[in-house]
């Protein structure tokens, strides 16, 4: 069974431009989550999608937006690109999402450089 | 507020001997621990998950162990070798949010 994907793996913007990330699952999984990943403050959530509906959400401003579609592929966008939006961006995927019992599997990222 | 910590923040060891990273985490109510193994330039692998009732949990020589009175869990790695080189971190959920809370890892080095 194919793991997750994403792309692109590297990407290089500049401050106030926009960025769309693909993700997709492993076959079979409905959960997708998103995470910023920096070295200082690691891991954060982003927001998850099941079933094409957003069922949680993290702190972050709304120029982070996603959404999921019917084949469970799923993108982010970040609009206005900040310096600090620089960071690795990883998606996982897991059957229910939930968290009491499900194992999320992660892709390899995508690395941002915002200059 | 909900919070993982992990010690050390970074930990250099010699191929062949054991060693042991800890987290400690205050989130409420509990419902379970997982620990990820992160190599350079990928995702975090899934190595264990132990809900409150488990204290011991092992993933070859990957053994997990978790104290839900005191919150405090350990990864302890038997007879390390190169390929452990990698950030680990422990991640607790918690019934109440319903998402994932990560610690900032603790990244082994091992060298020959």
């Known amino acids: 069974k194919a793991g997750v994907t994403q792309t692109p793996r590297y990407l290089i913007k500049t401050r106030g431009q926009q960025v769309t990330l693909s993700c997709s699952p492993i076959s079979g999984h409905r959960s997708v989550s998103w995470y910023q990943q920096t070295p200082g403050q690691g891991l954060q959530f982003l927001f998850e999608y099941f079933s094409e509906t957003q069922r949680n959400k993290g702190n972050f401003p709304g120029r982070f937006s996603g959404r999921q579609f019917s084949n469970s592929r799923s993108e982010m966008n970040v609009s206005t690109l900040e310096l600090g939006d620089s960071a690795l961006y990883l998606c996982?995927?897991?059957?229910?999402?939930?968290?009491?019992?499900?194992?999320?599997?992660f892709g390899p990222g995508t690395r941002l450089t915002v200059l | 507020k909900n919070q993982v910590e992990q010690s050390p923040q970074s930990l250099i060891i010699l191929e062949g001997k054991n060693c042991t990273l800890q987290?400690?985490?205050?989130?409420?109510?509990?419902?379970?621990l997982r620990w990820y193994k992160q190599d350079t330039g990928r995702g975090p692998v899934s190595l264990t998950i132990?809900?409150?009732?488990?204290n011991t949990k092992s993933n070859g020589r990957y053994t997990a162990t978790l104290d839900a009175d005191t919150k405090q869990s350990s990864l302890h790695i038997t007879a390390s070798q190169l390929s452990d080189s990698a950030s680990y971190i422990c991640v607790v959920s918690s019934y109440n949010t319903d998402k994932l809370i990560f610690g900032t890892g603790t990244r082994l080095q091992v060298f020959p």
């Open positions: 987290c400690n985490y205050t989130v409420s109510p509990f419902s379970n």
């Open positions: 132990m809900t409150f009732s488990e």
């Open positions: 996982a995927s897991s059957f229910h999402g939930d968290i009491s019992t499900d194992t999320q599997y």
